[in-house]
């Protein structure tokens, strides 16, 4: 499961992929993953919109959760 974060620039209506997460986040905003990174702090500022997905076996997002075959 990750948090896909997309990031509203300005003057574009369409937003851009900016990074990954791990796990679902519920926050409006991403969150310095350590506190030394500074500039993250900025990010609260910023227009963001966020979508769950999960990787697959070969690390690409998809929107469906994996199917796991029992034998």
Request: hydrophobic share 35%.
């Amino acid at each position: 499961m990750i948090t896909v974060w997309y990031k509203y620039y300005d003057g574009q209506n369409d937003p851009k992929l900016n990074h990954i997460e791990d796990g679902w986040s519920k926050s409006e905003y991403p969150h310095p993953i350590n506190p030394l990174f500074a500039n993250q702090e900025a990010w609260k500022k910023g227009d963001w919109e966020r979508k769950y997905a999960y990787l697959d076996e070969k690390l690409r997002v998809i929107d469906i959760p994996p199917a796991f075959w029992v034998n």
